[in-house]
């Protein structure tokens, strides 16, 4: 009996250690794996887009951040700002946070994100300005959106003509085009954006481009000062678009399909939109020749294109990854990491200073203009009162149909910014 026990004995000790030996070659390199994985910080980083959006981003941060595990979080836009919201009040929310100039302004005040403005000076004043409060930067500004005036190159040339580098001179080929029987510029103005923005576009040249009306957004914001008394001798001059009906009354029963395809079948000689409009102009007319120049004021220079940052890339004041987070934000503050986010965001813009991207050539007359950081939005930085730009829209399709002045569209936008306002602080 004691021998059979004993060789019995002998053989569990024998298969103890076999499986002990088998178990061991086969969990060293798990546990490496996990000691690895257990040295790797992990970040959280939330947005409103899709994982692909920025995919090369991520692919490079992997690369150049080793330390670094990044876990990104997609959260459908029409839920984001609750979701977000209600995890920052508790405290808690992503390591990196997307954001829109507005949230951003809100958040740094209640403190949810932090200053980060050591990396203020690598970007143009165009991106940070709107992603500043009280001149300290709180979110990275992406790759900015634009809207420019496309023109028919072919109608330029068969004209002699050549894009403008002052708004007169755009009035000049508006004169030219209507003279030879062509429709200068075709609009959707059935919408309320066309005229919202072609009139600001005039103002970001002649008024808030002069450095004594750098803070005049932030200030209209706060309802310190109103468009009534500032804006409108620029208005004024920018009106005479519809004076002269190149602009016309008609226009507010087109929409913006209907715009495109005027400029696409060579109905219309310019048309204003943006890159995303490419696509489907080439579709309908695969020989279109296009290309794009700026919205200019009454001085020569480099133009503005009316644009912002799509997406601010905030730090969570309450991560309990500081160092890691600013790690990834100055990544992408840097050339290759601008790349890595157009890469997945192409025909936008960087307001990293010195750099540009391989745009496409219906671009080229906007190099200079994209190259000097001139993309903005005045609305962006208008808070709360960012809301007022529909009515602001609507107004001036009242000034286009005759129902309406410049001073009287203006002071109508300042009593529902007021209203807003108020309403706010209430």
Not at 301 to 313: D, E, K, N, R, Y
């Amino acid at each position: 009996m004691k021998k059979v026990n004993m060789l019995l004995l002998t053989a569990v000790t024998a298969l103890s250690l076999t499986l002990a030996g088998c178990s061991g070659a086969k969990n060293e390199p798990a546990a490496a794996d996990q000691g690895d994985k257990k040295d790797k910080v992990k970040v959280r980083i939330a947005y409103w887009n899709k994982e692909e959006s920025v995919k090369t981003l991520l692919d490079l941060v992997k690369e150049k951040l080793p330390n670094i595990e990044v876990e990104y979080q997609f959260i459908d836009n029409k839920q984001y700002q609750n979701i977000i919201e209600t995890q920052l009040t508790a405290g808690a929310g992503p390591d990196i946070i997307s954001t829109n100039p507005y949230t951003a302004s809100r958040y740094a005040k209640l403190g949810y994100i932090k200053d980060i403005s050591s990396l203020a000076d690598r970007y143009n004043d165009g991106g940070k300005n709107v992603y500043s409060v009280d001149g300290k930067l709180y979110a990275l500004p992406g790759i900015s959106w634009f809207e420019g005036m496309f023109y028919n190159k072919e109608i330029f040339d068969k004209l002699n003509l050549k894009p403008p580098t002052t708004f007169e001179e755009e009035l000049a080929l508006h004169e030219t085009l209507k003279k030879n029987g062509i429709k200068p510029q075709a609009m959707g103005a059935k919408s309320w954006e066309p005229m919202m923005k072609s009139s600001m576009a005039f103002v970001m040249n002649d008024f808030l481009a002069k450095p004594e009306n750098k803070d005049f957004d932030v200030q209209y914001a706060e309802g310190k000062t109103k468009l009534d008394g500032n804006w409108n001798t620029a208005i004024e001059k920018w009106s005479e678009l519809i004076k002269k009906e190149y602009l016309t009354e008609d226009m507010l029963g087109i929409d913006y399909d209907q715009a495109l395809d005027e400029f696409a079948t060579g109905k219309a000689a310019m048309w204003q939109s943006g890159p995303w409009a490419v696509e489907t102009i080439q579709k309908k007319n695969a020989n279109l020749k296009f290309d794009m120049f700026p919205f200019y004021g009454t001085e020569p220079g480099a133009g503005w294109l009316i644009g912002g940052p799509g997406v601010g890339f905030a730090a969570n004041s309450n991560s309990k990854h500081q160092e890691e987070v600013m790690q990834v934000l100055d990544l992408i503050s840097t050339p290759e990491g601008q790349q890595a986010f157009w890469n997945d965001n192409k025909g936008g813009s960087s307001y990293l200073k010195g750099v540009e991207f391989e745009m496409p050539e219906q671009f080229a007359s906007v190099s200079e203009t994209l190259k000097a950081g001139n993309v903005y939005a005045p609305w962006n930085n208008w808070g709360n009162a960012s809301n007022v730009i529909e009515d602001y829209g609507k107004y001036f399709q009242y000034v286009l149909s005759g129902k309406m002045t410049v001073t009287e569209a203006l002071q109508a936008i300042d009593k529902k910014t007021a209203e807003l306002i108020k309403a706010k602080a209430e």
